[in-house]
C-alpha cells in the first residue's frame, strides 16, 4: 500500500512529492478508527507553520481532509460502527497521509458524513466549513438581524460564512475582486444586502458598509487578509484589493467584532484607542487552531468536530458546492 509524502531538506529547496510503500496497517487502537479513503483534498502545506511547531520531518504525509467507510474500530470507540461514512481532519501530527488507501485516525477526528452527499464534496468543503462556522459561531456569536461583512464572498470560505451567516437571518455584505465574482455572489439566495466590487481597488468598501447600515457601522467583519501599510510600503505579492485595516476600522460598528486571518496583524497605538472607544474586539482565525491545541497541550479536542456535526457540516456540505477547493 503506498502513501503520498512531500519531502523538503532545507527551508530554501523546492518541495518535492514522492510515494512511499507503506506497511499494512496494524489492529486498530483502542479509540482509533481504520479507514477505506474514498476522496482526500489538496490543502497548501503550511511548512512555516511546521517549522514553527517544531513538526519537521524528513517526510512529511500529504492530505489532511478526508472522506470514506469505516472498516475496523478500536475496543473503546462509541461514535462509529464498520461501514459507517465519514469525514474529517487528520491532525498534525498524524503519521498516515491522506492520499492513501486506508488510514487509522482517532475518533475525535471524525464525524458522520450526510448521506446525500458525495465523497469529493464532502472532503473538500470540511475544513472551510469549520473555519466558517469556528468564525460566525465561537469568535463572533451571530444572531438574526446584524450586519455582516464577509471579504470575498466568492472563495470557498466566503461563500460558506455568506450561507452560514443567511441562515442565521444577519444581513450580509460581500466584495468581489472580479466581475466573475460579482455575478456569482449576486445568484445567491437568499440575496445579499449588497456586493461591492473592489476590481480596481478596495476605496469604496467603507463607505458602502456605513452607507448600508445608515452609518452605524457593520457588528461582524470577516477579512480575508488586510493591508497594514501604505500602498508604495506594501510587501511585494500583497494584494492591493485588499482593504486597509485602517477601513476595516472605519466600518466597524460598536462593540463589533473583527475576525481576521492576517497572521501579522498590527495595530498602532491609535487603532487601539479607536476599538476602545467602539468596545469593538479583534478575533484571529487559525486554519489549525483545533491541531495547534492538540500538538501544545497533548491531548485531543474531543468534542471540537462533534459540537459542529449538527449544524456547521452539513451547512458546509450545502452551502460550498459552488466553491473551488480542490478534491482528489
Not at 446584524?146 to 470575498?152: E, F, H, Q, R, S
Request: aromatic fraction near 8%; proline fraction near 5%; charge should be negative.
Amino acid at each position: 500500500m503506498k502513501g503520498l509524502y512531500f519531502q523538503q531538506n532545507s527551508p530554501n529547496e523546492d518541495i518535492t512529492f514522492v510515494f512511499q510503500e507503506r506497511e499494512n496497517l496494524p489492529v486498530t487502537e483502542e479509540n482509533y478508527v481504520k479507514l477505506q479513503v474514498k476522496a482526500c483534498a489538496l490543502s497548501r502545506i503550511n511548512t512555516k507553520l511546521l517549522a514553527e511547531m517544531k513538526m519537521e520531518k524528513e517526510f512529511f504525509p500529504v492530505g489532511r481532509e478526508i472522506a470514506g467507510i469505516v472498516l475496523d474500530v478500536g475496543s473503546k470507540v462509541s461514535f462509529f460502527r464498520p461501514d459507517d461514512e465519514v469525514v474529517g481532519i487528520l491532525p498534525l501530527d498524524s503519521e498516515d497521509p491522506g492520499l492513501c488507501e486506508a488510514v487509522r485516525v482517532h475518533e475525535h477526528y471524525l464525524v458522520h458524513k450526510p448521506e446525500k452527499v458525495s465523497w469529493t464534496e464532502a472532503a473538500g468543503t470540511v475544513r472551510d466549513g469549520v473555519r466558517a462556522y469556528t468564525a460566525l459561531h465561537y469568535l463572533s456569536p451571530l444572531s438574526a438581524g446584524k450586519a455582516v461583512l464577509i471579504m470575498d464572498g466568492a472563495s470557498t470560505l466566503g461563500t460558506i460564512a455568506i450561507q452560514l451567516a443567511l441562515h442565521r437571518g444577519a444581513k450580509v455584505i460581500s466584495t468581489a475582486s472580479s466581475l466573475e465574482d460579482k455575478q456569482h455572489l449576486e445568484r445567491l439566495r437568499p440575496p445579499l444586502a449588497r456586493v461591492v466590487d473592489v476590481s480596481h481597488g478596495s476605496a469604496r468598501v467603507a463607505e458602502s458598509c456605513l452607507e448600508e447600515t445608515g452609518g452605524l457601522g457593520v457588528d461582524i467583519v470577516l477579512d480575508a487578509g488586510v493591508r497594514l501599510y501604505r500602498e508604495e510600503d506594501e510587501p511585494p505579492g500583497k494584494s492591493q484589493l485588499l482593504p486597509h485595516k485602517h477601513d476595516i476600522l472605519t466600518l466597524l460598528g460598536v462593540g463589533g467584532r473583527w475576525v481576521t486571518t492576517e497572521e501579522n496583524l498590527q495595530l498602532d497605538p491609535p487603532d487601539c484607542h479607536c476599538l476602545f472607544l467602539k468596545g469593538a474586539t479583534v478575533a484571529f482565525l487559525n486554519d489549525d487552531v483545533w491541531n495547534l491545541s492538540n500538538v501544545q497541550q497533548g491531548k485531543y479536542l474531543s468534542t471540537y468536530l462533534k459540537r459542529c456535526d449538527g449544524e456547521a457540516i452539513s451547512w458546509c456540505f450545502q452551502a460550498a458546492f459552488g466553491g473551488t477547493h480542490p478534491a482528489a
